[in-house]
């Protein structure tokens, strides 16, 4: 397995101390590096153990897959997603939530914990189920770092360490490791009343703010008119009718719409099917069967439209789709780039791909003037427009 130069440079770092969070882009190689650490491990710890930390049943299934290459399936253990492990193997892959079965079962001082999408274990209870004295630790996140909270420096680096190497879009695209991608940035104006809404929210904030002494994100009424106010703005009226003339304007081979809730995908698919396209619904309303039955059905061409709410932001390799819509622009950075890396996957016909994210706020706009300007300065085609 040849690595790539970002891998090549990362894996000393880890290696000499066998701790740290590697931070890489969604697309950039996570799994592949990981899978070499712990090759490595093993080699000078044959009797030593690997224990693989995921936050979702795709992503089990995805190491399981990558781990086939090199090991036999005997050696493989999985636990979660219906799987019940009475002993753990060589190497174990769990889900977060399953881990609590389990974790009795290792022996932390000769056991190498790996966990994907580790910003996922930045509560007290997760943490508290990890926390151990591991002989050694590796974490994977293209955002390690929290939105609302200092759980990385409280819990997830306690457990896991430091970042000990930040490989970002910007790097992954001169490396030609994803495709190059452009941005457009639509603007979609509020009705009269949402604008009159919108403003009483904002006076609330700031009245609430004044009241505490500052934006404390642990203050849960200040917390609650936040949310509340971006709620109402990404479900705001206009945007799933500009969000289709866009896609019906911008061609692209396939389309990944991200949207704010089950009802606005719902509303999305029913008008995108009208117009022409092939598209379904990707969200946890339909059972298991349904899901796999679209997201296959995504994959080999027989729908160009794939519109999900949560369901998709993470765990998932998309690479068929040379296009995401994201109608609810949302205030996280770990969303954004999630949802970015969906499309930004090299595949053999796609030449670049188009990231178009639809706002209707002062809010909004404030944080994505500020994430343009970052990716112009690197010479990313970024564009703005307007709903007419």
Known sequence: MKLRQWQEAAFPMWWAKKRGIVKVVTGGGKTVFAIHCLKKYLQENPDNNIFIVVPS?????????GLLDSFASSEISLNGGGEHLEETSKITIS???????????????????????????????????????????????????????????????????DIIFDYDYIDAREDEVIVNFKLLYAYAAMTQDEESEYKKFTKSIQRRAATIGGNNMNDYPLKMLIFNRARMVKTSKNRSPFGIELLQKYKRDSWIVFTENKKQAKEFNTIINKKGYKSAIYNTDLDSAEREENLNNFKSGNLNVLVSCTALDEGFDMPEA?????????????????????????????LNALIVTVYSSKTEYEKLREESNRYQLEGVPVKWQQMK
């Open 322 to 350: 040379d296009g995401a819509m994201i109608l609810s622009a949302s205030s996280s950075k770990r969303q954004r780039i999630q949802r970015m890396g969906r499309v930004l996957r090299i595949t053999a016909n796609k």
């Open 95 to 161: 889900t977060i939530d399953s881990v609590k079965n389990i974790i009795e079962k290792f022996n932390a001082s000769q056991t190498l914990l790996i966990v994907d999408e580790c910003h996922k274990i930045g509560t007290e209870k997760r943490g508290d189920t990890l926390t151990n004295n591991w002989h050694a630790t590796l974490g994977l996140s293209a955002t390690p770092e929290r939105d609302y909270d200092d759980n990385f420096y409280i819990i997830i680096k306690k457990i896991l360490g």
């Open 57 to 65: 049943i795709a992503l089990l299934d995805q190491w399981y897959e």
